[in-house]
């Protein structure tokens, strides 16, 4: 190759002497070097000015809530009870306890059902069966957990007993410790030897509170594993039940994972599911069997899961997880309400996740941390038979002065008038003035009414703290807000006001903004230093911001060659701004972000029809061919890619999911695995028919396409015949020698597609083959020409080679239906390429807009919602065993966001598909085309935060507009960089070796 190319060289000399062209050449070369560098720079401060506007946003948006640092004393009873003999504020019941954390345990999968063919229904029947046949040792509840549904904030809420808030939803992979007063630190405090078994999440909570030699925690995020947790945790917790080994410990923590594994992997109706909750059914008749009287077992789950076995939002399914308690010593009881049977639904008679704390603490002898926000609940003091009232009165009356305690303190900090508290004030003074004129000779109605007063305190109190705690930062928001739309101003004017960018241009941008953005941002700390207000660190990031909006202002006045209007001049560029002005107006609406994934199938179909059109008028006959075919096929992929459906809750009932084997499974079904087998057979043919039509199927790309590509492809397909023969045993194969053969696999296919395959396309040359033939006519005086094959096309099917390898790496983390639908994004790429060329678009906004709206569509049809629940978590273990940082969250992300990621690496490919050798304006062309892809997702970005943030009291605030804004602003700093460290990058790879070959630069 590099003979035949130093012969065109020569070639090509006899008419440029080869000083002057090396001269030319190497000016060149400096120049779009620069300029590219300069381009990226900028590109790169765009991103920084995405990320400071959602950063302000989000401060005054996901607010936490305030902490205070006291903590309630034994010695220290906050209202005055009856003198008792053991424990602190309340008699202590039990010596010791055992807390069973069952992970995702719904409370349907604890009541018995007739009849039914789930497998989740009575697998697990002992909660149900003691507490029916023997309410006095036993009780089960429905226990509603408050979402964020993530296992770090349930046990947050479970020993704090206060609420979650936004932020917190994005801690659960970085669990920090809990420093506010707690269940576990006043056992601690208490002398209390506590014992951890099972779930890591603990350690990050609570560092240091267990027994070292007694503790054994494992890896929380394996999602794979259904049993090294639940093995670990039953051989080391029965033992310790012994009566030799009491005396070694007061309180064990168990935190069983399977079920909730099972659930991710493989959904809730599924014999995997079942099996699991039929052991923990013998494993807690085991424990039963060995309990002392002086023992509380209590069994719990800390959330639900949803349909497929996910959870994180607030779904139904999602929040009502189970509680049982169990004691030989008969104390429990259910008269207070005339109920003596268990719920049989979960809407009967819930308590919340929060009553857990003042329960347990006051069953112990422990005070009541002083955050606490719940209730004691009723059916673990009533006592058996007839209701004891003044028990229950006097509990209540202590959560309730716990409370009151802490809400003077909380308004104090927070500088809360009085009003704010009136109801529950009131119901506080009533309650205490009764409480203080009750004897021991007190009639009951006199103290059901104390309790009934005081539990209604507890209850209006937690009504207007969740309100508290939903309090906004708007001023916050407003600067969030205006950062993001004057960085929308800047893409708007840097996409479509600006003809050709070069350095001059470029350096002027930078030059401006950098200088007005350090400036600005020293002023802003010289404020905050001799001033009062926001911290040093929110001054200088926002004087950061603004001082660069301004250095573009004053650059865009500045620099002459800029047009100042970026009104659109043709149909098609009124069509990119239709798409996306009504795309983002939609997301006002609830109903409109629901449907999104229908709403941008009907765009690109539309889409589709509009290019058939156009190119039935095109006068040339071969583009008018080429666009009919293209456009054709355009609509029929995406009509097509619509067959892949991920329903989300409030899709149903009109929706039926198709992703995965069923609505209530997270695996796939046997006949999907022929998706990935097709996708490796004919993707490659595909391709190679687009680059034979430019006669560019030469050189490297008979290697690359026909060979390479196919092989990561097949690889890909094995990989998921392999995880569907484990998942269904299909194969008499030990299961960890089955998982390690996946493992090589995945990391073959990940290292050669993503490292060694980008390594070589770096180094690679372009799909071309040159030729130097002999011409038979005697009169030439050098009878010799040079044939080149597939250089019409010698930029497009270069860079392709790189969208290809990517392909690759995002397909094997994709389930089989994702993977099918890549590769339909793949060909629609190309054929969205082919319609632009054929009715002269390269230019026009609507491709990027276009290619834009077809990544967030395949976002959907990958399997993925813009929700917490539809997270693919088990892509972070398709080539790792364990959790492993920053790994396992990146092979997330790119599940999750695989199709925008594919799409941004795609941009330069519009540009440069069947452009000739040496076009004029490449750079330009690339850089408006990515400028204007990030418009779109800026303009989504735009309107989903100022609409959660206009609708931030809006009923379906928390389940659908915040996951939205979430996505978008995810979505926007992805494509950012993948488009300036990526695509960009790439294109000047691309472009020097062309240049090598054509012997310019």
């Known amino acids: 190759m590099e003979d035949i190319t130093k012969q065109f060289n020569a070639f090509r000399a006899k008419q440029i002497p080869p000083d002057q062209l090396a001269k030319a050449n190497k000016q060149s070369s400096i120049r779009f070097k620069a300029s590219l560098s300069l381009v990226i720079t900028f590109f790169l401060s765009l991103t920084l000015l995405h990320g400071l506007g959602i950063y302000f946003f989000t401060t005054g948006f996901l607010l936490t809530r305030l902490v205070l640092d006291e903590a309630s004393e034994c010695a220290s009873t906050p209202i005055e009870v009856p003198p008792h003999e053991t424990g602190c504020w309340h008699p202590r019941k039990f010596e010791k306890a055992v807390v069973i954390i069952i992970d995702a345990l719904r409370y349907d999968f604890t009541v018995p059902y007739n009849g039914s063919t789930h497998h989740f229904h009575n697998a697990l029947q002992v909660l149900h069966e003691t507490a029916t046949h023997t309410p006095e040792r036993a009780f089960l509840l429905p226990f509603i957990a408050d979402p964020p549904t993530a296992t770090l904030q349930r046990l947050k809420g479970l020993t704090t007993g206060t609420l979650p808030t936004f932020v917190d939803a994005g801690s659960n992979f970085a669990g920090t410790a809990i420093e506010e007063d707690n269940l576990v630190a006043q056992l601690r405090n208490a002398g209390r030897n506590l014992v951890h078994l099972g779930d890591d999440t603990w350690h990050s909570l609570f560092p240091g509170y267990f027994d070292a030699n007694l503790t054994h925690a494992y890896d929380s995020f394996n999602v794979w594993d259904l049993f090294t947790v639940d093995n670990g945790v039953t051989e080391h917790l029965i033992p310790l039940l012994a009566p030799d080994q009491t ?155 716990q409370i009151n305690k802490y809400q003077k303190a909380y308004s104090q900090a927070r500088g809360l008038t009085s009003d704010v508290f009136a109801l529950p004030n009131q119901l506080w003074d009533s309650g ?36 508290l705690w939903a309090r906004f930062d708007v001023p916050s928001m407003i600067q969030g807000i205006g950062i993001l739309l004057c960085s929308l101003a800047i893409l708007i004017f840097f996409a479509r006001c600006q003809p ?34 926001p911290s040093l660190l929110h001054y200088g990031l926002f004087g950061l911001a603004a001082g660069s909006i301004l250095g573009f202002a004053i650059a865009f006045v500045r620099i002459p060659e800029i047009k100042r209007t970026p009104m659109p001049r043709s149909l098609w560029a009124w069509l990119a701004i239709f798409i996306t002005v009504l795309q983002s107006v939609g997301f006002a609406s609830n109903s409109y972000t629901i449907w999104e994934d229908d709403i941008l199938l009907f765009f690109l179909v539309s889409f589709g029809i509009l290019g058939l059109v156009s190119s039935i008028g095109l006068e040339a006959s071969e583009e008018r061919y080429t666009g009919i075919v293209q456009s054709v096929a355009f609509a029929i992929l995406t009509s097509v890619a619509s067959l892949s459906k991920l329903c989300r809750e409030e899709q149903m009932p009109y929706c039926r999911s198709t992703y995965y084997a069923s609505s209530t499974s997270s695996t796939s079904a046997p006949w999907q695995l022929l998706i990935p087998l097709m996708t490796a057979t004919l993707l490659p043919v595909i391709v190679k028919l687009y680059y034979k039509q430019t006669r560019s199927y030469e050189g490297v790309a008979t290697v690359w396409i026909g060979t390479v590509f196919r092989l990561g492809l097949l690889a890909n397909a094995i990989f998921w015949v392999l995880d569907a023969a484990d998942d269904n045993d299909w194969l008499e194969m030990d299961k960890s020698t089955l998982k390690t053969i996946r493992n090589v696999i995945s990391r073959l296919v990940l290292g050669v597609s993503l490292a060694v395959g980008t390594s070589s396309w770096i180094y690679s040359k372009p799909c071309i083959s040159i030729k130097v033939v002999q011409k038979y006519d005697e009169g030439l005086a050098d009878p010799k020409s040079v044939q080149i094959s597939g250089s019409s096309n010698a930029h497009g099917t270069r860079y392709f080679l790189l969208v290809g390898n990517i392909l690759i790496g995002l397909s094997l983390l994709q389930k089989p239906m994702g993977n099918g639908a890549l590769a339909l994004l793949t060909i629609q790429i190309i054929a969205l390429a082919e319609i632009l060329h054929a009715n002269n678009l390269s230019r026009s906004a609507v491709g990027p807009i276009v290619l834009a709206a077809l990544g967030n569509l395949y976002f959907f049809k990958t399997g993925h919602q813009a929700t917490l629940s539809s997270i693919q978590w088990e892509s972070a273990f398709i080539p790792l065993t364990t959790i492993t940082y920053p790994f396992s969250p990146i092979l997330v992300v ?108």
Not at 515 to 529: D, Y
């Open 247 to 401: 005396s070694k410990w007061d309180v064990i923590f168990g935190h069983y994972l399977g079920v909730d594994h099972a659930g991710h992997r493989y959904g809730p109706d599924h014999p995997a599911t079942n099996g699991k909750l039929q052991e923990m059914d013998a494993v807690i008749r085991d424990i039963i069997d060995r309990l002392d009287q002086n023992t509380l077992l209590v069994v719990m789950g800390d959330h639900g899961m949803d349909i497929k076995g996910d959870h994180g939002g607030e779904s139904d399914d999602e929040v009502e997880a189970a509680l049982w308690m169990y004691s030989k010593k008969g104390i429990f009881g259910r008269g207070h309400n005339g109920e003596l049977k268990p719920p049989r639904t979960a809407k009967e008679r819930p308590v919340g996740q929060i009553d857990l704390v003042p329960t347990l603490s006051l069953l112990l002898g422990m005070p009541i941390p002083y955050n606490n926000l719940g209730g004691p609940i009723a059916e673990a003091f009533v006592g058996p038979g007839k209701p004891n009232w003044r028990n229950l009165a006097t509990v209540n009356a202590l959560a309730a002065a």
């Open 432 to 467: 205490s003035t009764l409480w203080g004129s009750l004897t021991s000779s007190s009639k009951s109605g006199d103290l059901e009414e104390a309790f009934m007063l005081f539990s209604n305190y507890q209850q209006s109190t937690l009504k207007i703290c969740r309100g």
């Open 500 to 533: 050709e960018l070069g350095y001059a241009s470029s350096a002027t941008y930078l030059g401006y903004m950098s200088t007005g953005g350090i400036a600005v941002s020293f002023m802003a700390l010289g404020t905050a230093l001799f001033g009062s207000g």
């Open 894 to 1001: 790119l599940n999750t966001f695989g199709a925008q990621i594919l799409t941004a690496a795609a941009v330069p490919l519009l540009c440069l598909w069947k452009k000739p050798s040496r076009p004029p304006g490449l750079l330009g062309d690339v850089t408006t085309a990515l400028a204007t892809y990030l418009l779109y997702h800026a303009t989504i970005n735009v309107a989903t935060t100022m609409w959660a943030g206009h609708l931030r009291r809006h009923l379906m605030l928390f389940r659908i507009f915040n996951p939205r804004f979430m996505t978008g602003a995810a979505v926007l700093l992805l494509v950012d960089l993948v488009g300036a460290l990526v695509a960009l990058v790439a294109f000047g790879v691309n472009m020097a070796s062309i240049a090598e070959v054509f012997g310019w630069s």
